[in-house]
C-alpha cells in the first residue's frame, strides 16, 4: 500500500514538472514569436526609409578592443607583521 502512495506522489510530482516545464515553453515561444515580429517590423520599417548620415558612421574608442588600461603598480605595500 505504501508503494502504491509513493508511486502516486512520484507520477503526480512528474506530471507537474512536465506541466510546468510546457507552460514555460510555450511562454517563452510566445515571447519569441512577439520579439521576431517586432524585428521585422522594424527592418521594414528601416527599408522603406533613407538612412542617415550619421547611421553609417561608427564610433571607435580612444583604446584598442579588449584591452584594459595597465593597472598602477602600488608603490609601497606594507608586510604583514606578527603579533607580539
Given at each position: 500500500?505504501?508503494?502504491?502512495?509513493?508511486?502516486?506522489?512520484?507520477?503526480?510530482?512528474?506530471?507537474?514538472?512536465?506541466?510546468?516545464?510546457?507552460?514555460?515553453?510555450?511562454?517563452?515561444?510566445?515571447?519569441?514569436?512577439?520579439?521576431?515580429?517586432?524585428?521585422r517590423?522594424?527592418?521594414?520599417?528601416?527599408?522603406?526609409?533613407?538612412?542617415?548620415?550619421?547611421?553609417?558612421?561608427?564610433?571607435?574608442?580612444?583604446?584598442?578592443?579588449?584591452?584594459?588600461?595597465?593597472?598602477?603598480?602600488?608603490?609601497?605595500?606594507?608586510?604583514?607583521?606578527?603579533?607580539?
Amino acid at each position: 500500500m505504501i508503494a502504491v502512495a509513493i508511486t502516486c506522489l512520484l507520477v503526480a510530482t512528474v506530471f507537474v514538472a512536465l506541466l510546468s516545464a510546457t507552460d514555460s515553453l510555450i511562454h517563452g515561444w510566445r515571447t519569441y514569436g512577439a520579439l521576431a515580429g517586432e524585428l521585422r517590423a522594424l527592418r521594414a520599417s528601416q527599408s522603406t526609409t533613407a538612412p542617415t548620415a550619421g547611421a553609417s558612421v561608427s564610433r571607435t574608442t580612444s583604446r584598442a578592443a579588449g584591452r584594459r588600461p595597465a593597472i598602477r603598480a602600488h608603490a609601497s605595500r606594507t608586510p604583514l607583521r606578527a603579533a607580539a
